[in-house]
């Protein structure tokens, strides 16, 4: 005894995945830079103004599909989960990087999802 199992549209399935694949390779840039960009602005605003130098040293940088928000100051781990002696967490970083996530899979879907 066999059995047998046709699958049909094949062809049409990997023709499918061929454009979906071209137009999340031409719209992902603009993805990752609209994540940046949110990135950035989320990390402006939750970060803490007592001097204004954390908000002013940073940084959003865009390199091909890679995109970061950043800050060379060497006390930021300190303000984003706190201390003991200078009190507790001012997170901006992790929110930042939240709403980073949360707009470039939006965008990454809205790219899938169009016909």
Do not use: C, W
């Not at 066999?2 to 603009?30: H, T």
């Not at 993805?31 to 960009?37: G, I, R, T």
């Not at 930021?76 to 001012?90: I, L, M, N, R, S």
């Amino acid at each position: 005894m066999s059995v047998k199992m046709k699958i049909s549209g094949l062809e049409e399935f990997k023709a499918a995945m061929a454009r979906k694949s071209k137009a999340l390779q031409a719209g992902l840039p603009d993805a990752v830079k609209e994540a940046v960009d949110a990135g950035y602005e989320t990390a402006s605003s939750k970060a803490p103004q007592r001097t204004g130098e954390l908000k002013g040293s940073l940084e959003k940088k865009i390199s091909g599909l890679e995109g970061e928000v950043k800050t060379d100051l060497r006390y930021v781990h300190f303000v984003e989960f706190g201390t003991k002696a200078h009190g507790g967490p001012q997170p901006f970083i992790r929110p930042a990087q939240k709403q980073a996530n949360k707009v470039l899979i939006k965008k990454v879907l809205e790219i899938v999802n169009k016909k």
